[in-house]
């Protein structure tokens, strides 16, 4: 049942991936993005390859989405709603599925009170931070910490964040070194928040 579920995922997965793609590359304030396309179907195959072999399809579909989410806000420095909107409903059918039926393998999913606990551990700090101090996370930042938080559980989301703000930091001190961006340039977090959560998905 297992496999099933991840083959039909896998399809409207990759129906979905294509469209997103097309969608963002018609936009006019985002650069043609034909170069990235080898990139981002490594990533999606890298993502089925999870599926397969973990027996995770909602996994699967939630680094698909990171995937989305980090290269469109590396280009428009923005996350969609909508996106942000998927990886909750993504959360939200995970766990009907393993309360409502005997799915085996369902070691290491979030009981529903611990998604709910993970959903406010982290975005509600930043987003009295944010609020404290203005134009640092962006709203779309805290949205993705508040779903991955449901998504993953509050260990998951503690550990993914924790990665992504040290990968965020190294960058930044990186580029700064090699005199790529000043002091007082912003660079987008959430391709880095992105990879912190997707390595969880590996772990967990």
């Not at 280009?75 to 766990?95: D, Y």
Request: aromatic residues 10%; positive net charge; proline residues 6%.
């Amino acid at each position: 049942m297992r496999c099933l579920l991840c083959f039909f995922m896998l399809i409207f997965s990759l129906v979905f991936y294509e469209q997103q793609i097309r969608y963002y590359e018609k936009q006019p304030d985002m650069p043609p993005a034909h170069g990235d396309r080898p990139v981002l179907y490594t990533l999606f195959f890298v993502a089925g390859a999870v599926s397969l072999i973990k027996g995770d399809p909602g996994g699967s579909v939630y680094l698909l989405l990171l995937v989305l989410i980090s290269w469109i806000d590396g280009r428009r420095r923005i996350i969609p709603n909508r996106l942000n909107a998927l990886i909750l409903l993504l959360g939200v059918s995970e766990m009907l599925l393993f309360l409502c039926t005997s799915v085996p393998g369902g070691e290491g999913i979030p009981a529903p009170g611990e998604r709910l606990l993970g959903m406010a551990v982290i975005s509600l700090p930043f987003l009295f931070l944010g609020l404290v101090f203005p134009g640092g996370l962006g709203a779309g930042d805290i949205k993705l910490l508040a779903v991955s938080g449901f998504y993953l559980g509050v260990e998951g989301v503690l550990k993914g964040a924790a990665a992504g703000a040290c990968l965020g930091a190294a960058a930044c001190m990186g580029m700064l070194l090699a005199g790529r961006i000043g002091r007082k340039d912003k660079i987008p977090f959430g391709p880095w928040l992105c990879m912190g959560l997707a390595a969880i998905i590996f772990v967990r």
